[in-house]
T-cell receptor, first 115, second 110 residues
Framework: DTAVSQTPKYLVTQMGNDKSIKCEQNLGHDTMYWYKQDSKKFLKIMFSYNNKELIINETVPNRFSPKSPDKAHLNLHINSLELGDSAVYFC??????????????FGPGTRLTVT | GENVEQHPSTLSVQEGDSAVIKCTYSDSASNYFPWYKQELGKRPQLIIDIRSNVGEKKDQRIAVTLNKTAKHFSLHITETQPEDSAVYFCAADNDYKLSFGAGTTVTVRA
């Protein structure tokens, strides 16, 4: 009965590899997000989708590509991984209503370590 | 875009004392101000939020105040307990997204 789930929980990989993180929510929300939390705990939004449409695309290297096959899923694919990509990546979801004025529910996070 | 500043970055309090965290924001168009708590190794979770048409909101031991004129808002935790130890983030909405403060690590000493 998990609200927002992510897989995998941990990901250790070498520089230059390509990897994907998957996210699913069963809350019936139509807006989903990807956040990056660095080692200093700073939470920075990367992308947001509303009903499978990309609505927020922050200044993120184009090695990062989100994909939303349906409004319950938002995946993140990362090409040519770099050391600086090491972080915890959180998926989140919320109701929409013209803006993010509703609670965002976060997934458990994926700790990515690039060696 | 929105810029949210949060102070202090760390806060140590004696159990039973109060804790106050302050945030300022830059965009006067922001209307929604949530606070998230993140325990070590866990996901951020909403603990309280306030909208711009309200000056204060309280939920048991936590309260939030908002001053739209000065563009600042604060989190107050009373009668702190060990389980209040966590990182707290303030945020403000802007252009369909939340901008988060840098976080405050709160440690409650027994």
């Amino acid at each position: 009965d998990t609200a927002v789930s992510q897989t995998p929980k941990y990901l250790v990989t070498q520089m230059g590899n390509d990897k994907s993180i998957k996210c699913e929510q069963n809350l019936g929300h139509d807006t989903m997000y990807w956040y990056k939390q660095d080692s200093k705990k700073f939470l920075k939004i990367m992308f947001s989708y509303n009903n499978k449409e990309l609505i927020i695309n922050e200044t993120v290297p184009n090695r990062f590509s989100p994909k939303s096959p349906d409004k319950a899923h938002l995946n993140l694919h990362i090409n040519s991984l770099e050391l600086g990509d090491s972080a915890v990546y959180f998926c989140a979801s919320s109701q929409s209503g013209g803006g993010p004025t509703y609670e965002q529910y976060f997934g458990p996070g994926t700790r990515l370590t690039v060696t | 875009g929105e810029n949210v500043e949060q102070h202090p970055s760390t806060l140590s309090v004696q159990e039973g004392d109060s804790a106050v965290i302050k945030c300022t924001y830059s965009d006067s168009a922001s209307n929604y101000f949530p606070w998230y708590k993140q325990e070590l190794g866990k996901r951020p979770q909403l603990i309280i939020d306030i909208r711009s048409n309200v000056g204060e909101k309280k939920d048991q031991r936590i309260a939030v105040t908002l001053n739209k004129t000065a563009k600042h808002f604060s989190l107050h935790i009373t009668e702190t307990q060990p389980e209040d130890s966590a990182v707290y983030f303030c945020a403000a909405d802007n252009d369909y997204k939340l901008s988060f403060g840098a976080g405050t690590t709160v440690t409650v000493r027994a």
